[in-house]
């Protein structure tokens, strides 16, 4: 018995236990349905039982079924990092608003305003641009210019329709031209943008430029930039 108390001892004198008291704790969660034709949430939400027990709670109502493609999950996530308006010719146009806005950590939109001075706008053209930043600034041979009025109607080019549906929810250029008022893009959110890079135009990470100059009579008129990264 004494050679067993002697060896216990040994033993636990060896021994170091080590206590780590850090946690994680649920502080929020958000579910949203990008197409309410195909799904709808009847419920999301984070409940306390006591100070330290949560859990979440999430019940997806799929309203067209049966579905016969597996379900992939992207987490990775668009966010804005810069946007840049300019009036070129100030006789023509100017900028009356151009801003990102972040409601919270997670949620950030843009908006921006233009005033026409010389209306009404029966042709425009634009010069698009898309780039991933590297060293310097290299296109991803994505840059050319196209007919304004075209491309609101509905232009062939998938890239140009592409670029135009991820604004266009969210903006008054929704009509033929000829335009006679100001142009508005208010609170295009960050998530809308993920949709479209992520089901529509797969892309590498990384951070990117998209860069608009527009025209009027072959004549530069405005310039919109906006600065993104994909993660």
Known sequence: NVRCIQLITKILEKLYLKVDC???????IKCTTFDKTFSD????YLKAVNRTSKYISIKVLLLKT??????????RRVEFTNIRCASIDKKFCGVDYCHIKAENRTYKHISLKVNLFKVPVRQFQVNLAFYKRSNGQSPLNYN???DGCKMI?????????????SFKPYSNINHSCPYDHEIIVEKLPTHFIHTKFSS????????YVFSSYWYTSNVKRAYVG???SYT
């Open 144 to 146: 050319f210019t196209v």
């Open 200 to 207: 529509v135009w797969p892309i590498p990470e990384g951070d």
């Open 66 to 75: 049966p579905i016969h493609h597996v379900l992939k999950v992207d987490c």
């Open 41 to 44: 949430f009847e419920y999301c």
């Open 153 to 165: 109607v509905g232009d062939r080019n998938p890239f140009v329709a592409f670029l135009f549906n």
């Open 226 to 228: 906006v600065h993104l």
């Open 22 to 28: 850090r946690r994680l704790d649920l502080t929020n």
